[in-house]
């Protein structure tokens, strides 16, 4: 008997231990009856009650889903469904509810028991309240957010700042090439136009000279003119300089034409808003775009219809270029580029279509992000359609968009408000 007696003393000093060791802890602990369908709990620790706000004999007999209330579409909840049914370790995180409606983070460890028989008997739970932890991590990731933002936003700035000062010295020194060619032109078409009449007056001077040699019935001096008319090979020499001097003026017209163009595309007097024809401005991108055009793009060209709209002409122009550029060295060959532009009631639509060979799916996601390129090291910045997006999205309040199809080409889509306001 005394044996028997100290067994049973110390069977019940440690299941005090127990007791004591689970009242003790800093975790929630539970035991479900996993032999009744409802699982009701049939036993919870001090912690739970600290934790959760009820009081132990309010929770004894009930399952503790009402922890959740009515926020029972968390994915947590389906995994821990799954490990009941299958008798399995489970942990999990899940959104619960205090006595006083409050919010608390709560992870979740459930561990199946057995009887000897190894027949699932119960469930015991642990929760550990990690509120604190998950708002830390939330204001991480929302700071983290904000950094990436801030950084997006500093890049762009970077952008921005890079295409300044780009556009501005480029701007200055295309208007000054521009006049610094536009002052001989003027004096060499000058000289071109006196030297028509000059040329004019002395053909038809030596032409009146014949005629008076003529009149005057000199046979010598008739037979020497023709001598000398024959040996300058006068004729032809007329008939000639006057094509040499067509050609030259129309040479001097094409150079004056691109002369034009640099001005209309840097337009350093046109930098704030104005009414401009952007089929004018174009046209005097495409003349600037011929190097890269390389006759051997055909352009095509749908504008003349399109009215005149109040824009920032010189950052449009900056656009139009890099769309055109683009287009042409997505172009392998032979190949051909269309803008075309339709009028709507508020707004210009404006397409760029290429026949290049496009772009896949994961380029298209980042086509206006700054510094993205397809391009080798250093063969370019990636920042023309990051500057383009800018200027007509942020500047213009207007929006661009593409869509490409590999091996097929390019569309970019603009549209452009027409009537910006300062």
């Known amino acids: 008997m005394s044996t028997l007696s100290d067994n049973i003393q110390r069977i019940q000093e440690e299941l005090r231990l127990h007791d004591r060791a689970m009242a003790s802890s800093s975790c929630g602990i539970t035991i479900a009856d996993a032999l009744d369908s409802e699982m009701p709990l049939i036993y919870v620790n001090e912690a739970f009650e600290a934790i959760t706000g009820y009081p132990v004999p309010e929770v004894v007999g009930r399952n503790c889903r009402f922890l959740q209330r009515d926020d029972r579409d968390q994915p947590g909840l389906y995994t821990l469904r799954a490990a009941l049914r299958q008798g399995e370790n489970c942990t999990i995180t899940l959104r619960n509810y205090k006595k006083d409606g409050s919010l608390f983070w709560n992870e979740l460890f459930t561990s199946p028991i057995f009887d000897s028989a190894g027949n699932l008997t119960h469930f015991v739970g642990i929760q550990t309240n990690i509120t604190t932890r998950k708002t830390a991590e939330e204001q991480l990731v ?13 890049r762009s700035t970077q952008a921005m700042l890079v295409h300044s000062e780009k556009m501005n010295a480029l701007g200055q020194m295309v208007a000054g090439v521009a006049h610094e060619i536009n002052n001989p032109i003027s004096f060499v078409n ?33 037979a020497a003119a023709e001598v000398i008319r024959k040996d300058g090979d006068l004729d032809f020499l007329q008939d000639d300089t006057g094509d040499l001097l067509t050609a030259s003026m129309e040479g001097l017209g094409r150079v004056r034409r691109i002369v034009e163009a640099l001005r209309t595309f840097s337009r350093l007097d046109e930098a704030e808003l104005k009414v401009v024809n952007l089929a004018e401005n174009i046209e005097s991108t495409l003349l600037i775009a ?54 709507e009631p508020e ?30 090291v250093g063969s370019g910045t990636g920042l023309g359609l990051t500057i383009a997006y800018k200027i007509v999205v942020d500047r213009h309040k207007g929006t661009i968009s593409a869509e490409s199809t590999p091996g097929l080409g390019t569309t970019f889509t603009l549209r452009l408000p027409k009537d910006v306001e300062a």
């Open 142 to 154: 929302q700071r983290t957010t904000e950094l990436e933002t801030t950084l997006r936003a500093l």
């Open 290 to 343: 011929r190097l890269e055009l390389q006759n051997r793009i055909d352009v095509e060209t749908h504008l003349d219809h399109l009215p005149a709209i109040k824009c920032y002409p010189a950052e449009l122009n900056q656009v139009f270029l890099n769309l055109i550029v683009n287009a042409a060295q997505a172009i392998q060959g032979r190949g051909k580029l269309t803008i075309s532009g339709e009028d």
């Open 347 to 376: 707004h210009i639509v404006l397409k760029f279509s290429d026949t290049g060979v496009g772009m896949p799916p994961e380029v298209m996601a980042h086509l206006f992000e700054p510094f993205f390129t397809t391009k080798p």
């Open 190 to 222: 000058s000289n071109l136009h006196s030297l028509r009449r000059s040329l004019d007056d002395l053909f038809s001077a030596y032409g009146k000279l014949e005629t008076l040699i003529r009149a005057a019935s000199l046979p010598e001096m008739l």
